[in-house]
């Protein structure tokens, strides 16, 4: 049988808890809500910590003022941590209504002491599990959707710590043996399971917040790698890391890859005679244009300067053409305002049907001298390669 010192145990919890704190105190990301959620979830730990490290000065009774520290500083860690976790996954929760919460939370335990020793146990029991559970409703998108192991792994961690309080409420509800310190009313043998559990947790939370937090900038890092910051499409490098993708999912469907290179007519006289504000807007307007006119599994690449590169599924070379002029006809029906005016743009597109075994590199250099032979033919028109990939 297991033999341990419950409280001795809690006071190495809270020591544990403190140690929480400051790892997450350390952490400054750049999002505002990662930086509000961490800077809670310290408080939560600190909160804890104090609250559970006290009782190295000992407990005399379960009704006691270090007692009563005990159970009114963990629901408020847990009330603080649910409100954390709520602001790391982007979610507002008003000051005033996560503060009123918590100040309901002292206000419980304030009125359960005037009853006795039980009243408060139970105010307790009550208040901790329905604030594991408001923390384990706080992270439901990484619970029912997690987009990585990290966010998977919390909010099991959470489920459980949840489930553990509904299953001390039913073991308190079957106690009747005398109110006992630590507020542990379980069977001898089950007791130190939970005293261990909970000793664990703020060290164990604390390092997985911190995955978390770090999958979800290294998932940032990918997307600002992978997207435009002036057009908000794809960059070059996109093109060769998704295109693969793309070109898999129209194969498997039993149709045809077109490559497109679109380049802007004239665009540096637009940034000689405009100023390159009016350059910018001019790239924005074409790349959100194209992106309106192709279907949402279609790739959209700024391939550099005012150079677009697109990967579309399309049905045969016929249907190809039809999507390059359908792209020409919606450029240069869409006029960019500027500071002189509204200013009338047009496209060249050159075109390349990608073949059976070529690579996407291949595709796009035929496709780009298909757009050279556009732009020497007088631009604002479509040129389809003459040659036949393999």
């Given at each position: 049988m297991l033999h341990l010192d419950i409280l001795s145990a809690f006071v190495i919890c809270g020591a544990a808890s403190c140690v929480a704190a400051a790892m997450l105190a350390l952490v400054r990301p750049d999002e505002r809500h990662l930086r509000e959620g961490l800077r809670i979830c310290s408080a939560a730990f600190l909160v804890l910590g104090v609250s559970l490290?006290?009782?190295?000065?000992?407990?005399?009774?379960?009704?006691?003022?270090s007692a009563q520290a005990m159970l009114v500083g963990s629901s408020l860690g847990v009330g603080l941590f649910a409100w954390g976790l709520a602001r790391l996954d982007a979610v507002r929760v008003r000051p005033a209504l996560a503060l009123g919460l918590l100040a309901a939370v002292v206000l419980v335990h304030a009125i359960a002491a005037q009853q006795g020793g039980w009243a408060q146990s139970h105010a307790f029991l009550a208040t901790m599990t329905a604030l594991s559970l408001l923390a384990v409703a706080a992270l439901k998108r990484a619970i029912l959707r997690p987009d990585h192991v990290a966010e998977r792994v919390l909010g099991l961690a959470m489920l459980l710590f949840a489930a553990s309080w509904v299953l001390r409420a039913v073991l308190t509800l079957r106690y009747d043996s005398p109110l006992l310190t630590h507020h542990i009313h379980a069977?001898?043998?089950?007791?130190?399971?939970?005293?261990?559990?909970?000793?664990?947790?703020?060290?164990?939370?604390?390092?997985?917040?911190?995955?978390?937090?770090?999958?979800?900038?290294?998932?940032?890092?990918?997307?600002?790698?992978?997207?435009?910051?002036?057009?908000?499409?794809?960059?070059?490098?996109?093109?060769?890391?998704?295109?693969?993708?793309?070109?898999?999912?129209?194969?498997?469907?039993?149709?045809?890859?077109?490559?497109?290179?679109v380049d802007i007519d004239h665009f540096k006289q637009v940034n000689d005679r405009l100023g390159h504000l009016s350059g910018d807007d001019v790239l924005r307007v074409v790349a959100r244009t194209l992106r309106a006119q192709v279907r949402p599994?279609?790739?959209?690449?700024?391939?550099?300067?005012?150079?677009?590169?697109?990967?579309?599924?399309?049905?045969?070379?016929?249907?190809?053409?039809?999507?390059?002029?359908?792209?020409?006809?919606?450029?240069?029906?869409?006029?960019?305002?500027?500071?002189s005016g509204a200013l009338a743009v047009t496209v060249s597109v050159g075109l390349a049907l990608l073949g059976a075994s070529e690579s996407i590199d291949a595709a796009v250099q035929r496709a780009d001298e298909a757009l050279y032979r556009a732009k020497r033919g007088g631009r604002d028109r479509v040129e389809t390669s003459i040659e036949v990939a393999a």
């Open positions: 490290f006290q009782a190295v000065f000992g407990v005399d009774a379960p009704d006691s003022v069977p001898a043998n089950v007791a130190p399971v939970f005293a261990i559990f909970y000793g664990v947790m703020p060290i164990f939370l604390a390092t997985v917040v911190l995955n978390v937090i770090n999958a979800r900038l290294t998932a940032r890092l990918e997307r600002l790698a992978l997207t435009d910051e002036l057009t908000g499409v794809t960059t070059r490098r996109a093109l060769r890391d998704l295109a693969p993708s793309v070109i898999a999912a129209a194969r498997g469907a039993g149709a045809e890859v077109a490559v497109l290179m599994d279609a790739l959209v690449t700024r391939y550099g300067g005012e150079e677009f590169a697109l990967v579309v599924p399309v049905g045969d070379l016929a249907a190809a053409r039809h999507v390059a002029e359908r792209l020409r006809l919606a450029v240069a029906g869409q006029p960019v305002s500027t500071g």
